[in-house]
């Protein structure tokens, strides 16, 4: 079993900034791929953004040049840095790992979740 912990989330004004964090622990292989997702009330998860294996990151085009993907493989921790937030970004954010098949983007693909951070933008 692989564990997933999410932090960093909070409230923050349109045009701000917030890091979030995933640490993962267990049966975790440090370098695995994982991804963020987030969900908005009313709309299905959404892959946002994901770092592979070796190092390459793609990106959903509602988040491509405000969000980055970055990892410490000797902490086993995932960062997710937004920038220039804005309101539509408001939703529950989660990372994920173990995808098992088909794209990143589906959350259907993935096997392990964290809980989940909260991130609102007012306008």
């Known amino acids: 079993q692989v564990q997933l912990m999410e932090s960093g989330g909070g409230s923050v004004q349109a045009g701000g900034s917030l890091r979030l964090s995933c640490t993962a622990s267990?049966?975790?292989?440090?370098?695995?791929?994982m991804a963020w997702f987030r969900q908005a009330p009313g709309r299905e998860r959404e892959g946002i953004a994901v770092?592979?294996?070796?190092?390459?990151?793609d990106y959903a085009d509602s988040v491509k040049g405000r969000f980055t993907v970055s990892r410490d493989n000797a902490k086993n921790v995932v960062y997710l840095h937004m920038n220039r937030l804005e309101p539509e970004d408001t939703a529950v954010y989660y990372c994920?790992?173990?995808?098992?098949?088909?794209?990143?983007?589906?959350?259907?693909?993935?096997?392990?979740w964290g809980q989940g951070t909260q991130v609102t933008v007012s306008s």
């Open positions: 267990g049966y975790f292989n440090s370098g695995s791929r």
């Open positions: 994920a790992a173990g995808l098992y098949g088909g794209s990143w983007r589906l959350a259907s693909g993935w096997n392990y």
């Open positions: 770092i592979h294996s070796r190092g390459m990151t």
